[in-house]
Structure formats: structure tokens, C-alpha cells
């Protein structure tokens, strides 16, 4: 079984999960480590050639970590529609299957690490009953799952940051470290983190695109 899990999760949409896990994949695997890279399900969809939704934060997973299994492995459930996964299996006639979340996971356990990366923010809704939280927690009782939570460093981080760690903490989830993506700085990005520490107990690390070099 791979000796490190890590999920990827973030406040919301568009904070930046894909690039850091991404840059991650490619930092382990130029140290000559096998790495997992999977995505539960994804929305927002393009269909290819043969007319299958692929995710384009997938492709991008893949090719970081150096194209492993397939693309489908990396994220067996696809959909077009640019609404919550849930949403966007209904707009099909379909719906999320919710044991395949789980069990799409057994394809990477031979690899060194595997990271996974959330659909959407960690209280958003990743099937008709599930959360993206619920999911790390049935995770967690499943494998040994390290939880980063990535939010855009910017004005309003600290609400956005300290809600999602009070929450998930309040409903059975702690949050091991929070990666504060310099996507649009603004005058607060200096000192979000500092100004964080101060509340929170937990690792918080500013990172930027350059960083993955």
C-alpha cells in the first residue's frame, strides 16, 4: 500500500488545488518517486474524440506525474455540464456513483504516494448525499490521509481559511496544513499567514507557481 495519502482540498472553485497538486506530482516524481494522482469526479467537462467527457484538471495530474495507468483511472467519473458533480449527473440521467469515489482509489495503491485532489470546496456537494468533507472523512477511515487545504491569498483568506478548519474540526476532520496560492495578491497577501498563525494551530505555508520551478 502507498506510504503517503494526501488530499487536496481547498475554500472553493478556482483557488488554485490543480496547480499545487500538479506541481507536487512533479516534485515527487523528479525524486524518482511513483506517483497516484486521482480525482473522484469532475464536472465541466470536454468530450474527446470518442465523445467521453475528459477533465482537463485531470490531464493535468497526469501529465505531472508522468502519464501513470490512464487518464480514466484518474478520474473514472466524468460529466459535461459546468455545475456541481451531482448537478451535472442529473443534467445526464445519471448520478454520482458514490461507492466508485471510494473504490477508484484501489488502482494507486502500489504507487509510493498518491494525491488526491477534491471536486470543487471542501463543503461543496460531490454526489447526491455526499460532501467533498463527507468524503474525506470515508477516506480517512480507509487509508492513512493527509488533509491540505489550499485558499487563494487574498483579501478575505482568513474568514475563508478559519471557517473551513473550524467546521471540518467540528464535524470530525482536522485540517494538517493550509497552502495560502499567491494567485492575485493584493495588500493583504503579505501578511495573511502571519495574521492566520495567530488563530490557527496548524502548518501554513505561502505558495506561488514558481515555486514548482
Known amino acids: 500500500m502507498a506510504s503517503n495519502w494526501n488530499l487536496i482540498t481547498g475554500t472553493g472553485t478556482d483557488v488554485g488545488k490543480t496547480y499545487y497538486a500538479s506541481a507536487l506530482a512533479e516534485t515527487r516524481r523528479r525524486v524518482g518517486q511513483r506517483v497516484g ?10 468530450p474527446d474524440e470518442t465523445g467521453r467527457p475528459v477533465a482537463s484538471d485531470a490531464v493535468l495530474l497526469w501529465n505531472a506525474a508522468g502519464k501513470p495507468l490512464t487518464l480514466q ?11 456541481a458533480p451531482p448537478q451535472a449527473a442529473a443534467a445526464e440521467g445519471r448520478r ?20 488526491i485532489e477534491g471536486a470543487g470546496g471542501l463543503f461543496s456537494p460531490i ?13 480517512q477511515r480507509r487509508y ?28 470530525g476532520l482536522a485540517i494538517d496544513e493550509v497552502i495560502l496560492n499567491t ?10 499567514a502571519a495574521e492566520l498563525a495567530k488563530w490557527l494551530s496548524i502548518p501554513i505555508r505561502r505558495w506561488t507557481r514558481s515555486d514548482s520551478g
Open 37 to 46: 494522482v486521482y480525482k473522484p469526479v469532475a464536472s465541466g467537462c470536454e
Open 73 to 83: 483511472s484518474v478520474c473514472p467519473q466524468t460529466f459535461v455540464a459546468a455545475l
Open 96 to 115: 454520482v456513483d458514490e461507492d466508485q469515489l471510494i473504490s477508484g482509489l484501489d488502482a494507486w495503491i502500489d504507487f509510493d504516494e498518491v494525491l
Open 127 to 139: 454526489s447526491d448525499s455526499m460532501l467533498n468533507l463527507d468524503f474525506a472523512i470515508r477516506l
Open 144 to 171: 492513512p490521509v493527509k488533509i491540505t487545504l489550499v485558499a487563494a491569498d487574498r483579501l478575505g483568506v482568513q474568514h475563508d481559511v478559519i471557517a473551513c478548519v473550524r467546521a471540518a474540526q467540528a464535524s
Open 183 to 192: 494567485i492575485n495578491p493584493d495588500s493583504s497577501t503579505p501578511t495573511n
